[in-house]
């Protein structure tokens, strides 16, 4: 089966309903990609898929086949958002970070604080009351735009 | 620049937002096997047979007789099997263990249990086997009640909480050197290696524990990895193979131990015009089938059963009893988040009864310094109660909003003030005599400590107040794994007692180290001289002194203080209550790190409105019947309202930098405030989590 995982184009010899969670973290070592739950509710197997989140561990990879699946790994331009989780407390004990991260990173730079509430209710953190997640995403935000106002950067991202 | 009280970026932070950070489940070992739990299904009776309905080849078997030393899991009474020896004392205990290198065969694998069931215990009421009991005792409650003029009585019921930490428990067991290593997601490694040198029958020199990555803690791996060690450690050591055993979600909530419940009962002997003048109160805690951690969660929970309240005449009699349920065990705020729910919900009635403000009853009561504790601990200049309480009051505009709120239906407001005990009970600290140790690099310094990170940021903290007191940059301290071959023990990182404790030590060791290098910069020193090494230990600060056959005098070094005010609105058709407007103000000490205290106040209330409004645990024949995320509901970002967070600095002396422990602080309040701001709605609710059943069926009250 042939798939794009960060870029690079791979072809794996696994079972099509195995779990794309499987096959990423045993398969090809990509071990990022986190197991909470195995039942769709945690989110820490957050990856993209064509460039939307989904549940690695609900997917099997025959459902990836021919396309492009971004893990933790591989994700870029989102250096000031990772940075940003860092110094605003967007993480702590780290499992649920991976998938957070790449959620975070499909919301548009317009959305409304209520709705990164709801595109972020799929995920699950037990540590940091999502606080230093809103505050994370905020201040990357924040970040881009001063970035992108600077005349020597054009138009930034 | 001083790192103290400054946002400085966490060591393993970058690890952690690039997938990087390697947890138990990501290692892989040449050789390695895959570990399994085969467990109970009945709640009590004798095991009358095991059948293997599987081919052997390839397997390795696992059973009680293997075990080469004493078949318990040694940590405070040691009357819990490792490996059930033909009874069972609970529904998933742990009868059988077996590997194998494919996952799919071990799963495959069918092993029937036949039993000789026994009636089982499962309500605590019932229970004969009292694990501990304890009274605490102030004054004579009769000269207290004599000078009432009104007495109010309530029970308050708390249920079982799940830690949920998101990285299920999981442990890698290598047979080296004849003897064991044991990686893992956990808290406290001298538990585990201590348990695991007595399950051996190993010298403390063969067992080693390395602490990995760990996917949050709560206190759920306070205790438990010494289980999951041990039978991770007796799989590899048969097999001579390293062995992998990572639980899955079910697993996990079914098998592991969860937060005590509690029933609570109060009666206060009050003056008209608000004055306590007699607190009894009565717990009782569920402490599951065996004994685990039960002494001293009840003890914690005795200990802050009465609230930060002053009363001349007290008696606090606290009992933890068997059941046939899966051990209770730690979780953030170990006994003290279940009394301070009974405390503050009855404080709100005795108000009521009163006819007094809420907010009043407690200014009219609350300890200031000077005043003593039920055990006669008196509170010196950092006791803020009385300061977080009115910043509270304040900072939500309680008075106007629950003026606002009484004529909306469904809608409230209330109030909870509690306190926190930071480090160990009694003379707990002085028993565990803590070692830290610091060593000069070429490049600054490294700290070794088995004080864990598991989320809350140790390795920063411990970071910050080393390279103050050593007068180098943050950068330039490393913080070595928690490695017991390397470590010395620094006691469990649990009891919000790390960075106030530990931290205390390894401020003690900077202190020396800098004394030592004199003028020199650690780099030149380490040109010059080479390396050198200062090990440190808990010293008990002067003047602290407590009776533990009495239950009298100093139960903690310190306390800190918090004060929570929720809004609520309770649908009208679906009795479901929300958390509409959070204030929360603690007051930790000093901040070493504003950016973690905030996390941990964060963390902690949201786990706090879980427990108050969400997380319910149903019991079906002695065990969790909702395992499962899709039906015990954590807080998700639906859920909470936006937090508005005030932090208060009242510095403990003691404490480095002026620092208290914060970890715990924040899971007291919330339960309260939310059940008190469900009163404040009309609903007599006494019980959390305050769920819509609960909200159904409560009987009404005058707002």
Known sequence: MRLSVNGTAVEVDVHPLARLLDVLRETLGLTGTKEGCGEGECGACTVLLDGRPVNACLLPVAHAENREVVTIEGLRGHEALQEAFVTEGGTQCGICTPGFVLAASTIGEEVAPAAIREALAGNLCRCTGYEGIYRAIDAARRASREAGSRPDRGGGR | ?703
């Open chain 2, 1 to 703: 620049m001083p790192a103290v009280g400054t946002p400085v970026p966490r060591k393993e932070g970058l690890d952690k937002v690039t997938g990087r950070a390697r947890y138990t489940d990501d290692v892989v070992l040449p050789g390695m096997l895959f570990g399994r739990t085969i467990r109970a299904t009945i709640p009590r009776g004798r095991i009358t047979g095991v059948h293997l309905d599987f081919d052997p080849h390839g397997f390795t078997v696992v059973d009680a007789r293997d075990i080469p030393g004493r078949n318990v899991v040694a940590l405070i009474v040691d009357d819990q099997p490792c490996l059930a020896d033909g009874r069972v004392s609970h529904t998933e205990e742990p009868v059988l263990l077996l590997a194998h290198a494919d996952r799919e065969a071990l799963l495959g694998a069918t092993v029937r249990l036949d039993y000789a069931a026994e009636p089982a215990v499962l309500d605590p009421r019932a229970s004969q086997t009292v694990f501990k009991e304890l009274t605490i005792q102030k004054g004579c409650l009769d000269d207290g009640f004599g000078s009432a003029d009104v007495v109010v009585e309530g029970e308050y019921r708390t249920g079982h909480q799940e830690q949920l930490y998101i990285e299920p428990q999981g442990v890698i067991a290598v047979p080296e050197d004849g003897g064991v290593t044991v990686y893992g997601s956990l808290q406290c490694p001298y538990y585990v290696h201590h348990a695991l040198s007595v399950l051996l029958a190993l010298p403390p020199e063969r067992v080693r524990v390395v602490q990995l990555e760990t996917g949050g803690g709560f206190g759920g791996k306070e205790d438990y990895p010494s289980i999951i060690a041990g039978h991770a450690a007796l799989l590899a050591l048969k097999a001579n193979r390293p062995v992998k055993l990572v639980y899955d979600r079910l697993e996990d909530m079914r098998a592991t131990t969860k937060r005590h419940p509690a029933i609570v009962r109060h009666r206060t002997g009050v003056t008209r015009d608000g004055r306590l003048t007699a607190i009894d109160v009565e717990v009782l805690l569920d402490g599951g089938a065996y004994t685990t951690l039960s002494p001293v969660v009840l003890s914690r929970g005795a200990l802050h059963a009465t609230g930060p309240y002053r009363c001349d005449h007290v008696r606090v009699h606290g009992r933890v009893v068997q059941t046939h349920t899966p051990p209770n065990g730690a979780f953030r705020g170990f006994g003290a988040p279940q009394t301070q729910f009974a405390a503050e919900a009855h404080m709100d009635r005795v108000a009521a009864a009163l006819g007094l403000d809420p907010v009043a009853l407690r200014e009219r009561n609350v300890w200031r310094p000077g005043d003593t504790t039920a055990t006669g601990q008196r509170l010196g200049p950092d006791c803020s109660a009385a300061d977080v309480l009115r910043v509270a009051v304040e900072r939500s505009r309680y008075h106007e909003r629950r003026g606002t709120l009484a004529g909306r239906p469904g809608a409230g407001i209330g109030l909870a003030l509690v306190f926190h005990g930071a480090g160990f009970t009694g003379s707990g600290e002085v028993k565990l005599a803590s070692r830290a140790a610091l060593q000069l690099t070429a490049t600054g310094a490294r700290i070794r400590v088995a004080s864990t990170e598991i989320g809350q940021g140790a390795r920063t903290v411990l970071a910050q107040v080393v390279a103050d007191a050593l007068g180098i940059a943050y950068d330039d301290v490393e913080v070595a794994e928690a490695d017991t071959r390397f470590v010395p023990d620094s006691g469990p990182t649990v009891a919000s007692r790390t960075s106030m404790v530990v931290g205390r030590i390894l401020q003690g060791c900077a202190v020396r180290m800098r004394e030592r290098l004199g003028d020199l910069g650690p780099a030149d020193y380490h040109a010059r001289h080479g390396p050198f090494e200062v090990e440190g230990q808990y010293v008990r600060p002067a003047g602290l002194d407590w009776d533990e056959a009495a239950y009298r005098g100093d139960a903690y070094g310190c306390y800190g203080y918090a004060c929570d005010v929720v809004e609520v609105a309770i649908d009208a058709d679906t009795y479901e209550a929300r958390a509409t407007a959070v204030t929360t103000v603690h007051d930790v000490g000093r901040v070493l790190h504003p950016v973690l205290v905030r996390g941990q106040i964060e963390g902690g209330t949201v786990q706090g409105l879980g427990y108050a409004l969400l997380e319910e645990v149903a019991m079906r024949d002695g065990a969790m019947a909702n395992a499962q995320l899709t039906n015990y509901v954590i807080p998700t970002t639906a859920d909470v309202p936006p937090l508005d967070v005030v932090v208060l600095e009242t510095p403990y002396v003691e404490g480095p930098f002026g620092a208290k422990g914060v970890g715990e602080l924040p899971m007291d309040a919330p339960a309260a405030a939310a059940v008190n701001a469900i009163r404040h709605a009309g609903f007599d609710v006494r019980e959390v989590p305050a769920t819509p059943e609960r909200l159904s069926e409560a009987p009404c009250v005058s707002r």
